[in-house]
């Protein structure tokens, strides 16, 4: 049987902030809204031009309070070409990012940016 990864679902509080964060940051599209007025929550799919993979924001109508994120989330990632271009734009839009990091072995160059629920987005070296 064949098997395909479809999408990671995070929960927001505020629909508009996180499609801002996450077309204008990060650079994704949205490709579907599936809106159920009679559960109270909307659905948004987005992606990226590559990849085919899709991130879902979760909107409850009536979440007033922000998202208790646990410590069981860890992070969704992208890849990008240049990575401090990418951070110092993100950095001067105003969006809060961490310093460039590297694994001791070399295997990867990263850092992260926050979005406005508080989830991180691993940004790394293509």
Partial sequence: MAKKFLHTCVRVKDL??????????????????LDYPEFKFTLVYLALEEGGYELELTYNYDQEQPYDLGNGYGHIAIGV??????????????????EIKGLSDGAATYFFVMDPDGYKIEVIKN
């Avoid at 508009?16 to 809204?33: P, T």
């Avoid at 990575?83 to 105003?94: C, K, P």
């Fill in 16 to 33: 508009d902030k996180s499609l801002e964060f996450y077309e204008k940051a990060l650079g994704f599209k949205e490709v579907r809204r």
């Fill in 81 to 98: 070409d240049s990575l401090e271009d990418y951070r110092e734009e993100l950095s001067q839009a105003g969006y809060e990012v961490t």
